[in-house]
C-alpha cells in the first residue's frame, strides 16, 4: 500500500486493493456511476453493474480503489490474459475528481500489471473522469486515440440513400459469428481500432469481442432483427450488431465490412437496415462509438443526422524491449 495523501476533508486517503473492498463502502460510488450513464449516454448499466457487485463481494475482482476514511471515492479494475493487461472503470467522484489522485490511482493499477507480466496494456472504456485523463496517461508513456459517442432521435434521423449495390441482408443468427469474426478481422487491419486492441489482431480474438456482445449481452441485449449478416453472391461480406442499452434505445455495437466491399454501399445498406427495423419496433433513439479517425464512418453518420454527445480517449502502452 502507498502511503497516505493529506486530503483536505474527511482525513487521509490512501489506495487499497479492490479485493479488500466491501460492497457497502462502494454503493455510493456505483449509484453515481448508473446516475451518470443515464444522464449523459442514455445507457442503463444497472445490469452490468450488478454482475460486477456479485463478483467484488466474492474478493474476485483484481483492482485499485481510492479511500477515504471507510468510503471508497474511486476504483478501476483490471483483467490480464498472458502478457496483456486490460483495464476498465477509472472511475472518481465527483468532489474527488482530481489530476493527483487519479495519477495515484493509474500509478498504482500500473505497478500491479507490470508485476503480474504485463508488457501490453490496453485501456479503451469510457472513463467518468476530467479533462485530466489524457496528459496523465500520456506522462505514464500510454499513446492516445480518441473516439466519438454519437446519438439522433430516431424519429429525426435523416433518411438514409440506399445505394445500388446487390448485397442481400439476412437477419442475425448465432451461426453467423464465425463469418462476422472472419470479417471484422480483415476489416481492422491498419486501422486505428486495430492498433489499440488487440484482440482484432486475430480471428478469434474478434470472436470473442462479437460472443461478448451477442451472447453474453456486454452491451446490452441483442436486437436480433435490426442486426445482419450482408453478402454478395454467397459471399459474406459484412455484419451489423445491435443492442439494446436502455428500453427504447438502440445501440449500433459492431459493424464491419470487408476491404474489398468497402466504397460499395454494403455499410450504408446495413446502417438503413439497422434505422429502419429499430423504427419499425418503437424504438426512440440510436447510438454508436466510433473512432475520429474514422472518416468514411464519421460522413455516414453524420448524413444520418447523428450528433456527438461525447469524445473520449482510449489508450495503449507496449513494451517494446526485446531483453530483461
Known amino acids: 500500500m502507498q502511503p497516505p495523501l493529506a486530503a483536505p476533508e474527511n482525513g487521509a486517503l490512501q489506495i487499497v486493493d479492490l479485493p479488500s473492498v ?7 460510488l456505483w449509484r453515481y456511476e448508473v446516475e451518470w450513464w443515464r444522464t449523459h449516454l442514455s445507457w442503463d448499466i444497472t445490469d452490468s453493474l450488478a454482475a460486477l457487485q456479485r463478483v467484488v463481494a466474492r474478493g474476485g475482482v483484481p483492482g485499485k480503489a481510492v479511500q477515504v476514511g471507510s468510503e471508497i471515492v474511486g476504483y478501476a479494475y483490471y483483467s490480464i490474459a498472458g502478457d496483456l493487461g486490460m483495464l476498465s472503470g477509472l472511475v472518481l467522484a465527483p468532489a474527488w475528481d482530481r489530476p493527483a489522485i487519479g ?8 505497478e500491479a500489471l507490470h508485476q503480474q507480466g504485463a508488457r501490453r496494456i490496453e485501456s479503451s ?4 473522469t476530467s479533462s485530466w485523463l489524457a496528459p496523465v496517461y500520456a506522462q505514464t508513456g500510454f499513446q492516445t486515440a480518441w473516439r466519438s459517442y454519437m446519438s439522433v432521435q430516431l424519429a429525426q434521423a435523416h433518411p438514409v440513400v ?7 441482408l ?10 462476422a469474426a472472419t470479417i471484422m478481422h480483415a476489416a481492422y487491419q491498419r486501422s486505428v481500432d486495430g492498433a489499440m486492441n488487440r484482440l482484432y489482431h486475430t480471428p478469434t480474438g474478434c470472436r ?3 460472443e461478448e456482445l451477442v451472447s453474453y449481452g456486454s452491451c446490452g ?3 436480433p432483427k435490426a442486426s445482419a449478416l450482408a453478402r454478395v453472391r454467397s459471399r459474406d461480406v459484412g455484419f451489423i450488431a445491435v443492442t439494446a442499452v436502455a428500453p427504447r434505445h438502440g445501440h449500433l455495437a459492431q459493424i464491419a465490412v470487408m476491404p474489398t466491399a468497402q466504397g460499395c454501399g454494403v455499410g450504408r445498406q446495413l446502417v438503413g437496415h439497422c434505422v429502419a427495423q429499430l423504427t419499425a419496433q418503437h424504438f426512440d433513439t440510436l447510438s454508436l462509438i466510433v473512432s475520429r479517425d474514422n472518416q468514411r464512418a464519421l460522413a455516414l453518420y453524420q448524413t444520418l443526422g447523428m450528433q456527438e454527445i461525447l469524445a473520449f ?9 526485446t531483453n530483461y
Open 22 to 28: 466491501t460492497p457497502t463502502a462502494m454503493a455510493a
Open 103 to 110: 495519477t495515484r490511482l493509474l500509478q498504482a493499477l500500473l
Open 125 to 128: 472504456c469510457i472513463a467518468l
Open 162 to 168: 440506399q445505394p445500388q449495390t446487390t448485397a442481400t
Open 170 to 179: 439476412a437477419a442475425w443468427r448465432g451461426e453467423y459469428i464465425t463469418a
Open 208 to 210: 470473442s469481442i462479437i
Open 221 to 223: 441485449p441483442l436486437v
Open 313 to 321: 480517449p482510449v489508450f495503449v502502452w507496449e513494451d517494446t524491449r
